[in-house]
Nanobody, 121 residues
Framework: QVQLVESGGGLVQPGGSLRLSCAASGSIFSIYNMGWFRQAPGKEREFVAVVTSGGSTNYADSVKGRFTISGDSAKNTVYLQMNSLKPEDTAVYYC???????????????WGQGTQVTVSS
């Protein structure tokens, strides 16, 4: 069993910063990549950022230059540093990971419960 738990969301003023965390737990054999998606009310879920086990990163154009994704392999944790936040960043942020669990022959896609980020004055 693998579980993803997000934390760090909250209310912040435009121009402010937040740092999200996502910790993977359970019987993990290997993590291939971990990243973040977000979903605003009335909109489809969209890609935000991802980091691979090799350290490569990728960002959506809307957040590039403002957000930074990083990972701690020893803790099975990924972080999203969010700077210069805008009202349009308001959404539920979901952690996503492609993980092979112990005892399984192939990896599977996992999702966290989500954490609310609200950018408002």
């Amino acid at each position: 069993q693998v579980q993803l738990v997000e934390s760090g969301g909250g209310l912040v003023q435009p121009g402010g910063s937040l740092r999200l965390s996502c910790a993977a737990s359970g019987s993990i054999f290997s993590i291939y990549n971990m990243g973040w998606f977000r979903q605003a009310p009335g909109k489809e879920r969209e890609f935000v950022a991802v980091v691979t086990s090799g350290g490569s990163t990728n960002y959506a154009d809307s957040v590039k230059g403002r957000f930074t994704i990083s990972g701690d392999s020893a803790k099975n944790t990924v972080y999203l540093q969010m700077n210069s936040l805008k009202p349009e960043d308001t959404a539920v942020y979901y952690c996503n990971a492609y993980i092979r669990s112990a005892g399984n022959i192939k990896a599977h896609d996992y999702w966290g419960q989500g954490t609310q980020v609200t950018v408002s004055s």
